[in-house]
């Protein structure tokens, strides 16, 4: 073996080893996070957590209320957000294929996307707390609506263009009109889809924090009305994680543990049906 | 026979009526199912520009009040209403920077690793933990970093950083103490971990576009693995790296929750990064609650148009290259 071909040779080792390095730090910081939440997290975890509501400085408690706040936000923030990236996205995939309002929607939708979510927190407490003069739980809904609208129309324009032309010819042959032949023949072909995008959708916002801080703002109460600042589980944990209280700080841990596991669990759920789908 | 004919006429007249009447309903239907679905694309380009019009309304006072010297001022008292955004936007970009500066090396290694190193059968289930590891919401690095992270850099990192570069002109004005653990350098590890799934997913996305030909003959002529990745993967996928990196900027750039547990809220540019600083977002999460005045709220919400005018051209200018890759893979 020539010297070149050895240092050649060698200098591809060094930079394999690199990059076996770089998966293993990225593991392992990945690994260390979810380390820390499992051992904070269980050592709080208590029936109580999920039957009693947030405590007052220096008592025990739970987390029922800030619980239920996210459910009902997040509920009503997809049924708002989802029918309207649904028709667009049909929209998009079935009348607009390649128009020229497709290419900006899609382009605009994308960025979007990623935009950054505090943004969209300001513009919802423009639009609605500033009209109606105070924090609601329905600014809450709208401003996750917000965040689920690009995730789904995402989602609904690819899942449309998967399924076969051949199909929507067929159904048409038959003598079905337009609207039906997309309600009745592609959303069922795509039904597994457009079920995942809503699923990584809900994970999407459960976990959201800053647009909830101006717009439904916290509650350190019961409370189930739609018209009134309510709690969240992620801006409670943002408000108990900065406080000096020990029992504040152990239930944040607590509510950071389930909030992931419950996003996990989501992204899990939408990977198996979209995985069942591609097996097909 | 008369009789049955003239039925038979009376029926299919009754079945023409019929079938108008339900062809009509389908007309209708279609027609108000293509309206509403038109109109709802319409309303997400909607939604970008009412964003745009609240934001920029919302902040005319503010920058009616300071102009230009807004976004060079490095004032922030609310007492005396008199705010500027330097600070702010210095924090938004050095930590976003550094991030990349880390993240980037990381995840194309990493990327390296999933298409070309790994065992086959372990492949699959890595790169399904990469991905489920980007959809964590950010307010857990945020606990992490403020618990865990913090006092961890500020013990061993931090003190070391220091003693490093105290001798070394230049550097040890970076690396100035004392160890406070939070502070931009902090910011900017958590924001780092944070995009490290992003970079890692979308740059093995990208490498799998290069058809497998193209390695092989590379192969084929006796060059090495990293020769390969050299001279042959990264100039095919250079314009789809480059715009999951600028993706993953936007995604830095526009972090809220888990920079803002770590940054230490500190409207000052200090020169060290081990100092505390601030960034847009950060300022806008822990502020706009408290926010009262006209000019101090509107300050705030400039803030947040600025962030949104510069991830807005990030993102835009990512999507547009990653169309190109995309382009290139389909075809």
């Known amino acids: 073996m020539s010297a070149l071909q050895a240092a050649r040779k060698t200098r591809s080792a060094i930079a394999m080893g690199l990059c076996y390095a770089s998966a293993g730090v990225g593991l392992l910081a990945l690994a260390l996070i979810l380390a820390a939440l499992v051992w904070n997290g269980f050592s709080g975890l208590a029936p109580r957590v999920f039957t009693e509501m947030t405590p007052p400085p220096g008592a025990a408690g739970g987390l029922l209320n800030a619980m239920v706040g996210s459910l009902i936000m997040t509920f009503f923030g997809v049924l708002i957000g989802a029918p309207l990236g649904l028709f667009a996205g049909t929209y998009m995939a079935e009348y607009g294929r390649g128009s020229k309002l497709t290419m900006v929607v899609r382009f605009i939708n994308d960025v979007l996307l990623s935009a950054p979510s505090i943004v969209i927190g300001l513009f919802v407490y423009e639009i609605t707390v500033v009209p109606m003069g105070h924090f609601s739980a329905m600014a809450g809904a709208v401003s996750l609506a917000l965040l689920v609208v690009p995730v789904v129309v995402r989602t609904t324009e690819d899942m449309l263009n998967l399924v076969p032309g051949s199909l929507r010819e067929a159904a048409t042959a038959l003598g079905l009109p337009r609207s039906l032949v997309i309600r009745h023949v592609a959303y069922k072909a795509a039904r597994a889809g457009l079920i995942t995008g809503l699923l990584l959708a809900v994970a999407r916002v459960s976990g959201e924090t800053a647009p909830l801080l101006f717009t439904a703002l916290n509650n350190q109460f019961w409370s189930v009305n739609l018209n009134a600042p309510m709690a969240s589980l992620p801006v409670v944990i943002f408000q108990f994680a900065l406080s000096p209280y020990k029992e504040w700080q152990t239930l944040a841990w607590v509510g950071a543990l389930v909030i992931t596991a419950a996003v996990l669990a989501l992204s899990i759920a939408a990977r198996v049906l979209g995985a069942q789908r591609t097996s097909q | 026979m008369a009789e049955a004919a003239l039925s038979t006429v009376a029926k299919s007249a009754a079945f023409g009526q019929v079938r108008e009447k339900v062809l ?35 902040s005319i006072p503010a920058l009616s009040t300071f102009g230009f010297s807004f976004l060079t001022s490095q004032a922030w008292n609310p007492v005396t209403e008199n705010f500027g955004a330097a600070p702010a936007i210095y924090g938004t970009l050095v930590t976003s920077l550094i991030a990349l500066m880390i993240a980037v090396p990381i995840g194309f290694g990493i990327a390296v690793f999933l298409t070309e190193l790994c065992p086959y059968k372990l492949r699959r289930p890595i790169g399904i933990a990469v991905e489920l590891l980007a959809g964590i919401p950010s307010i857990i690095y945020g606990i992490w970093g403020m618990f865990i992270f913090a006092p961890f850099l500020q013990a061993t990192v931090q003190p070391a950083l220091i003693a490093t570069f105290a001798h070394v002109p230049g550097l040890n004005q970076v690396f100035a103490g004392p160890p406070y653990g939070i502070g931009i350098l902090t910011a900017s590890l958590i924001l780092a971990i944070m995009i490290l799934p992003l970079i890692s997913s979308i740059s093995r996305d990208v490498f799998n576009t290069v058809p497998p030909v193209l390695k092989e003959a590379a192969y084929g002529v006796g060059c090495t693995r990293w020769e390969v990745m050299r001279s042959i993967v990264a100039p095919y996928t250079g314009v789809g790296l480059v715009g999951g990196v600028m993706l993953a900027l936007g995604r830095a750039l526009g972090e809220t929750m888990a920079v803002t547990f770590v940054i230490g809220n500190a409207h000052k ?4 990064i081990l100092g505390p600083g601030t960034t847009i977002s950060a300022t806008i999460a822990n502020e706009f609650t408290e926010a009262d005045g006209k000019l101090y709220t509107s300050s705030l919400v400039a803030l947040g148009l600025l962030l949104f005018i510069i991830t807005f051209i990030v993102l835009a200018v990512s999507r547009l290259l990653l169309m190109r890759i995309e382009g290139k893979g389909a075809r």
């Open chain 2, 24 to 58: 009509r309903r389908f007309e209708i239907g279609d027609q108000t199912f293509h309206v509403l679905t038109k109109l709802s694309a319409i309303a997400v380009l909607l939604l970008l520009g009412g964003v745009i019009l609240s934001l920029v309304q919302g």
């Open chain 2, 269 to 272: 540019i200090y020169p060290s």
